[in-house]
């Protein structure tokens, strides 16, 4: 581990100490609400600098989407420090690498199998969920310090023991304070259509992100000079600039849980909560890049819920949304195919549909079988052992990937939206990988809550983040999307 990190994680463990201590100031009230805030962003900000590294130039290294070249994890994030093959030999400075590194990294550096390293790396997860819920307060026989629960006695310390063998009862001081990035990459995987596009950090709500002009400029011939006076110069131009500024908004939501839930009960639940937790925010996210219509009517009629907090759908303007009528086909009930769907769409698309490798087809499963039948369609198993296949990819059309979301609705009207009446189309929607971006101003969250719900003896589990899904280049003028609608389910 370098200085930098070392001074990273000390940094980080002072924070939390100082955030720890202000939540009790807070529960005593000699301290304002807002002081306790700035803490936890101040933590969670150095969270990301000892989790995600930081560059030779001091710039966050941030998850990137799909990666061409990478056939064995299509969705790998950038490598932190760590794991250019320098893993500390012991102590809890080792833990920490293990757990917050892939498991293929690991297996890379250290010989651990990765699927060791995934259940280390799981029940990590399971004590930091923990360690919050036993920090919240007082649940029914819960301990307020996780070391002296039964899970942490039993489960975790054996694991961080095989991890690190030559240092004794070092399991019995590492407490993971950071989900793992199995979890993190388990999130990932699930987010078919979030995969597709590049992500950044955001360091400012709003972020400005500077941009070339979207047009190239033309220059001009010369003709040879001969003349000693009055020579004719090459033509002027200015290369146009641009900004493209990136809004984060929260994605999130809570749970009640009773006071009588015992610690054996809680204890179950961690796996349960994790699949949740998973499933929960990918789908949301999923669901608004598709669906997204800030603007009140929603495009469709069934999302109405424009008070806070918000239908997910309501979050950001999506793929659909950032559709223009001249590049949408209408085909006029009939079942899509190649010719009539996807060709079609990256006709539309103009220089934004040339490049294969750079589109994805998003696909209801209506509109995927009726594919199928379709001789231009290639199923993965027709790929070939060396192919790259994408989060949610069940086939190729010239090409490009076709991926089947269960949030491409098959329920809309003869105009491509939903009404309620007519509910028995379908679109297939074509979008430029590189169309879009999407920014994170603050990653995976999860919170416990004892005061809101004293009087009925509950408590509240939150969890949340905030994303950013925006457009590149004008949608107004520029065709990197396009729809098929009307097309039969």
């Excluded at 407490?175 to 597709?196: F, H, K, N, Q």
């Excluded at 190239?216 to 131009?237: H, I, M, N, Y």
């Excluded at 999407?438 to 003896?457: C, H, K, N, P, W």
């Amino acid at each position: 581990m370098t200085d930098e990190e070392k001074q990273a994680l000390d940094e980080l463990k002072q924070g939390v100490a100082t955030l720890t201590q202000g939540v009790t100031d807070l529960k005593a009230g000699l301290v304002d609400p807002a002081v306790v805030e700035k803490m936890a962003a101040d933590v969670t900000e150095l969270q990301t600098q000892v989790k995600g590294g930081v560059d030779a130039d001091g710039n966050k290294i941030v998850r990137q989407g799909f990666v061409p070249d990478d056939e064995d994890d299509p969705i790998k994030r950038q490598q932190t420090p760590l794991a250019t093959g320098k893993i500390p030999l012991a102590g809890a400075e080792r833990l920490l690498a293990l757990q917050s590194l892939s498991p293929k990294d690991v297996e890379r550096f250290t010989k651990i199998p990765a699927g060791e390293v995934e259940q280390f790396q799981a029940t990590c997860d399971n004590v930091t969920i923990l360690d919050a819920i036993c920090q919240s307060g007082d649940f029914r026989h819960m301990p307020k310090d996780v070391r002296e629960t039964a899970y942490f006695k039993d489960e975790f310390v054996p694991w961080t023991q095989a991890m690190d063998s030559t240092t004794a009862g070092e399991g019995d001081e590492f407490v993971p304070t950071l989900l793992s990035a199995s979890l993190i990459d388990r999130i990932s995987l699930e987010l078919r259509v979030a995969a597709l596009f590049s992500a950044i950090e955001m360091p400012s709500q709003p972020f400005e992100v500077p941009g070339r002009a979207v047009s190239r400029s033309r220059l001009g011939t010369k003709a040879e000079e001969t003349a000693d006076t009055g020579q004719a110069k090459f033509l002027a131009v200015t290369p146009g600039s641009r900004k493209v500024t990136m809004t984060a908004v929260k994605l999130g939501g809570r749970a009640l849980v009773s006071k009588e839930a015992e610690e054996d009960a809680i204890i179950a639940m961690l796996p349960f909560i994790q699949e949740e937790l998973v499933d929960f925010m990918a789908a949301d996210l999923e669901d608004a890049i598709v669906n997204g219509d800030d603007s009140s009517p929603h495009l469709d009629s069934d999302v109405t819920d424009f008070t806070d907090p918000k239908d997910p759908r309501t979050a950001f303007n999506g793929i659909r949304h950032a559709t223009q009528a001249a590049a949408k086909t209408d085909l006029s009930n009939a079942v899509p195919t190649v010719a009539n769907s996807i060709r079609a769409n990256r006709k539309k698309m103009g220089k934004y549909g040339i490049r294969p490798g750079d589109l994805a087809h998003l696909l209801s499963l209506s509109a995927y079988m009726s594919l199928l039948g379709d001789a231009n369609v290639y199923t993965v198993d027709k790929y070939g052992p060396g192919a790259t296949i994408l989060a949610g990819e069940l086939g190729r059309a010239d090409g490009t990937p076709l991926i089947v979301s269960e949030y491409v609705r098959q329920d809309l009207n003869a105009s491509g939206v939903f009404d309620g009446v007519t509910t028995t189309r379908t679109i297939v929607q074509t979008v430029n990988r590189r169309g879009f971006v999407i920014g994170s101003r603050r990653g995976l969250t999860v919170q416990v809550f004892r005061e809101l719900y004293a009087e009925s003896d509950q408590d509240v589990v939150q969890v949340s983040w905030r994303k950013a899904f925006t457009p590149w280049y004008p949608v107004a003028t520029e065709f990197f999307t396009a729809q098929a609608f009307n097309a039969t389910t």
